[in-house]
């Protein structure tokens, strides 16, 4: 059967997923469980029921049920910004020549520009479903931030947002659309909590940190009634909400009997790649298929690539759990890159087990080099990309330029996490030659990893 694959690969509504999946299931080494910052033990639901909602602790605890029901409700709002198209590149492969086959998932398709709100509902769901009255959260580069406030306006619920205080001043548009959808938003740190004005006191001046954001977001959450607190990426109940992404992916691609050798994403706390791969890492796990899965992090926070894999604090307050991932330490303060959603220190603790045990690879790449992928994607491909999904670009790019040079066919699959329009100060300094590429030195890695908590 000799079909033409279109640009497009949608799926019918009656095609979505109808249940995440939970990757989990099919690990035969789990990822090492949350522990508690006082005793080291494993945290309970219990422990953690004040701080998340009751669904979302369940879920971030279950290591064994495979596929879990995406409630009506939620499905009903992803039919109004999905499926997400899977789209051929190939005005990018006649650019480069190659006889690669390169598709990508594009998640940039709805108002908050990323893959963010997907699981932005399905937490703002399971808080309305609860009865709560509202939720807190920080934000870095303000995609997350975004996506909880449409999705929690959506339900009816109030939405507090801590956003990193140097993101607050450069991104006021970023704020203005959070606004928009009713949330409210502080910069951090904060005089509204006690860890925003220990911050304040010990570093006048300071820009803010996502974890000291983290920090403030879980104190008010745990000392105000009728409020929890959500996290848009690490965890594994992200993970799971966003398997859609993966999910689709592989539906798409079964349409037309079409098997990715190689699945690419870019790596911040984890969710975008651990969802897109979701169902291929599933087939390696269960070794009915194989697949090369890459995992790309920027130079200046790599916490894949020159991180150590152990038990560190998740926020600079030290108030969460403690997770086992590959961390730079808690206090590593990476240099101001412009791909804010890549910037935090850990990687989320499934992604750190399957990368322990040899499924999948890392790389690191330059900013600079980011920026030249984004742009040269841009020129052919329409769509502007966000910086943190440049770096899929990046090394997309350098896979099918080694394909031309091998003849190789290689059929290379990239998530697309969104769109760069509040980016545009990052691409001015590309453009104007002021962009830095920051490399920390193995003496800062070291000073920061010796701080990690001995467990
Ligand atoms: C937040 C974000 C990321 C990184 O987060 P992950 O949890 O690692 O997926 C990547 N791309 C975009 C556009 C983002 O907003």
């Not at 605890?61 to 992803?78: G, H, K, M, Q, V």
């Not at 105000?224 to 996290?231: A, F, I, W």
């Not at 961390?327 to 603790?349: D, E, Q």
């Not at 329009?421 to 010796?450: L, N, R, T």
Request: aromatic share 10%; glycine share 10%; proline share 6%.
């Amino acid at each position: 059967m000799a079909t033409t694959i279109p640009y497009k690969i949608y799926l019918e509504e009656n095609e979505m997923p109808k249940s995440w999946y939970n990757l989990r299931a099919d690990m035969k080494n789990k990822p090492a469980p949350l522990l508690n910052p006082g005793t080291h033990q494993p945290m309970t639901a219990e422990e953690l029921a004040p701080v998340f909602c009751e669904e979302l602790v369940k879920q971030e605890l279950d290591n064994d049920t495979a596929f879990i029901e995406i409630p009506e409700e939620i499905r009903s709002f992803y039919k109004m910004y999905r499926p997400s198209p899977l789209v051929r590149a190939y005005c990018l492969e006649e650019k480069l020549q190659t006889p690669a086959k390169i598709y990508y998932k594009f998640e940039g398709n709805n108002t908050s520009g990323s893959h963010k709100l997907n699981s932005a509902i399905a937490q703002a769901y399971y808080a309305k479903k609860q009865g709560l009255k509202g939720v807190t959260t920080e934000t870095g580069a303000g995609q997350w931030g975004t996506a909880l406030s449409m999705a929690c306006s959506y339900f009816g619920l109030d939405c507090k947002v801590y956003m990193v205080k140097v993101s607050y001043e450069q991104k006021p548009f970023r704020r203005e659309v959070m606004r928009v959808y009713g949330a409210s938003v502080t910069p951090s740190p904060s005089e509204t909590t006690n860890i925003g004005k220990k911050m304040l006191a010990d570093f006048p001046g300071t820009n803010g940190s996502l974890g000291c954001a983290i920090s403030e977001a879980v104190e008010v959450a745990t000392s105000t009634e009728g409020y929890r607190y959500v996290l848009g990426s690490v965890l594994n109940q992200v993970l799971l909400h966003q398997s859609v992404i993966g999910l689709e992916t592989k539906a798409a691609f079964d349409k037309y009997g079409i098997k990715p050798d190689m699945i690419i994403g870019c790596a911040g706390g984890g969710s975008n790649l651990g969802g897109l791969i979701a169902p291929f890492m599933g087939e390696k796990l269960r070794g009915e298929a194989d697949y090369e899965i890459i995992a790309v992090e920027p130079r200046s926070c790599p916490s894949f690539t020159r991180g150590t894999y152990a038990y560190d604090f998740c926020d600079t307050g030290m108030v969460c759990p403690l997770a086992k991932m590959y961390t730079l330490g808690s206090g590593f303060m990476p240099a101001p890159n412009h791909a804010g959603g890549l910037r935090y220190h850990g990687m989320s603790s499934t992604l750190s087990q399957l990368y322990a045990d040899g499924y999948m690879t890392a790389r690191s790449v330059a900013q600079t080099d980011v920026f030249a992928a984004a742009e040269e994607f841009a020129r052919v491909e329409g769509i502007l990309p966000a910086p943190e999904s440049s770096h899929a670009i990046k090394v997309a790019i350098d896979e099918a330029k080694k394909c031309r040079e091998t003849g190789e066919e290689k059929t290379i699959v990239f998530g697309l996490t969104g769109t760069g329009y509040f980016d545009m100060y990052a691409y001015e300094q590309f453009h104007d030659g002021k962009m830095e590429d920051y490399i920390p030195s193995d003496e800062e890695i070291a000073a920061s990893v010796a701080g990690l908590p001995q467990v």
